[in-house]
Nanobody
Framework: QVQLVESGGGLVQAGGSLRLSCAASGRTFSNYVMGWFRQAPGKEREFVAAISRSGSGTRYANSVKGRFTISRDYAKNTVYLQMNSLKPEDTAVYYC???????????????WGQGTQVTVSS
């Protein structure tokens, strides 16, 4: 079992920045591909970013590429999502997830956090 706890969400104006954190516990952090997903009101959950077990590989949704950065800290068992140049359409509940699989598809993720709300005002 892996427990994931997100933090760092909040209200920010368009153009601003936020950094989300996801603290992992329970199993060896480096065994898991970590991902961030989001779900806006009335929409399906969508992929945002993922980072490989070693941290050397990252992948982003086209909608956030160049604005968001995913990273991981093995000493703190934490994965981060730095979000810059935020837009109102980034408003959503953001979820952290972990998988021992490749992490290409959402269905591959085995563990999920409870989510943290990000609201971007125009």
């Amino acid at each position: 079992q892996v427990q994931l706890v997100e933090s760092g969400g909040g209200l920010v104006q368009a153009g601003g920045s936020l950094r989300l954190s996801c603290a992992a516990s329970g199993r060896t952090f480096s065994n898991y591909v970590m991902g961030w997903f989001r779900q806006a009101p009335g929409k399906e959950r969508e992929f945002v970013a993922a980072i490989s077990r070693s941290g050397s590989g990252t992948r982003y949704a086209n909608s956030v590429k160049g604005r968001f950065t995913i990273s991981r800290d093995y000493a703190k068992n934490t994965v981060y999502l730095q979000m810059n140049s935020l837009k109102p359409e980034d408003t959503a509940v953001y979820y952290c997830a972990a998988t021992w699989s490749r992490g290409i598809l959402e269905d591959e993720y085995h563990y999920w956090g409870q989510g943290t709300q990000v609201t971007v005002s125009s």
